[in-house]
DNA sequence: TTTTTTATGTGCGTTACCCCGCATAAGGGT
DNA sequence: ACCCTTATGCGGGGTAACGCACATAAAAAA
């Protein structure tokens, strides 16, 4: 029913810390880009793993998972199009206590750790933007644990799906309520009273592993404050990403 | 009745980051280094506003702290003689979304930003050092983050306990149940209940405003996954910063 | 189609925590 | 010694979320 577009392969510059780079900074790099899908539910990488590559994210979201051991997990960040998957590599950690999962099917550019690393040691823009995306990365962090600790489960779902929004080309997702449990780290049950509650207010709609946002600013009314800050603190890096890329200051969207 | 002790100003290589750094390097920034009381409750650093030093403590402990619209308030991470204040300085995000409090009386050596950002831009020993500890604090901040929504205030505040009594010489923290919830992130009564138990089982002994560990092992018998895993991460970080110091790769303590 | 799998709806008892108010006691200051 | 501030103890009512068990419905597979 819905019109197949036959997708054409997003260039590795679709990734906002590539656009930045300069020409001949991307140009060093590039040879060494794999092309890769992400499908659905996949994972980059596997807590306390040694990592051996970064993915520059193309399309579809990528979700930071803590798993504990009791298999209780929380969703400590999510990364689209304008970040990567892997930044302790450059970070000097070898590998991290949390599972990247695919949330969103898409595709990626992955590099070989050492030709990021040796990047990375040249100091030039590569490093900025990296650790600028991480900062952001952070506040995410934080902000999460903030919404984890004092927010009902309703709102915590509206930062959710604004958050999954922001990184998808639709407003329609692809994911089952049991998994947004997951990532939110409640009951299932809980994600479809919250969920049934926005529908009955025609916020959303949903049926079987996909939910569709209706009326996106009366979601973003509802919202707790976490995620206007954690959006403000990524369109920070976002414009400063862009401003790059232009070359000019372009348009100062504050 | 307790000896008091005069106490010497601490060198600023008491502090971890520093001691691992070489004589040349540190060399060059010692000249402009301010030493600073850290009194309990002060704020290092205000969220919103600009930073304009980094801290390199030597003693005591800073709570990394998100307050909320609301008042609502949680702890993010701490950090003690192991770590320093002010990460955004490097990491490019000019200012932070929480605010670092003094949690423990103690000092440190505060660096002005421009010098901090020169060697930081060297990539040098500093560059790697002040990663490595950013690493470990995302670590934390993600278990926190987990801990939260999984775990009981008990447990909670066994782990906060153990994380505080790593950064201290003594066995006993100066802080009043109240601080402590804001911490947690709970109500005072909740940490009014869960201490009571906990002292009750021997573990622990207070009064007003102080808090006695008696059983230590006991604690980490009680005290959750999260406590482990950020102190494996931490330890991991100290004893790479401890085998640069002695420059010999040292018994190695796992 | 029919069957099987998987996602969602619902109800109910339980629990941990919240919010509020107030009693009590422990220190610090004068 | 006193007061007075401030930390802690305690209770009662309310609620959001949990855990479990099962009914139903929608896809997917046969």
């Known amino acids: 029913m819905t019109t197949k577009v036959s997708a054409a392969r997003p260039p590795p510059r679709t990734n ?12 060093r790099l590039s ?7 992400m499908p659905l539910g996949s994972s980059l990488s596997e807590s306390g793993s040694r990592m051996d590559h970064v993915y520059f ?15 209780a997990s929380a969703e ?10 892997g930044i302790s590599l450059f970070m000097g950690g070898e590998s991290t206590t949390s599972r990247a999962i695919v949330q969103s099917e898409g595709h990626a550019y992955r590099l070989p750790a ?19 995306f991480t900062q952001a990365l952070i506040t995410q962090m934080s902000q999460t644990a903030v919404c984890n600790r004092h927010h009902e489960v309703e709102l915590q779902l509206c930062r959710w799906l604004l958050l999954s929004l922001d990184r998808l080309p639709t407003n329609e997702l692809h994911m089952t309520q049991e998994l947004i ?26 049926r079987r592993g996909h939910i569709k946002v209706l009326d996106r600013p009366a979601l973003e009314k ?27 200051s372009g348009s100062h969207v504050r």
Do not use: W
């Open 222 to 248: 509802r919202v707790c404050e976490c995620y206007a800050v954690v959006k403000k603190e990524s369109d920070r890096l976002l414009n400063y990403v862009a401003s790059k890329s232009t070359g000019a």
């Open 114 to 132: 050492r030709f990021l690393r040796a990047e990375f040691e040249r100091g030039g823009e590569l490093q900025h933007l990296l650790l600028r």
């Open 31 to 37: 040879p060494h880009f794999d092309y890769v899908d």
């Open 181 to 206: 449990a997951n990532m939110l780290g409640v009951r299932r049950e809980g994600v479809t009273e919250a969920a049934g509650r926005l529908q009955e207010a025609g916020l959303i709609e949903y």
């Open 57 to 71: 994210i193309t399309d579809g979201i990528v979700s930071l998972l803590y798993v504990m051991e009791n298999g």
């Open 76 to 85: 400590i960040a999510v990364t689209g199009n304008e970040g990567i998957v």
């Open 16 to 27: 906002h810390l590539l656009a930045a780079l300069s020409d001949t900074d991307f140009e």
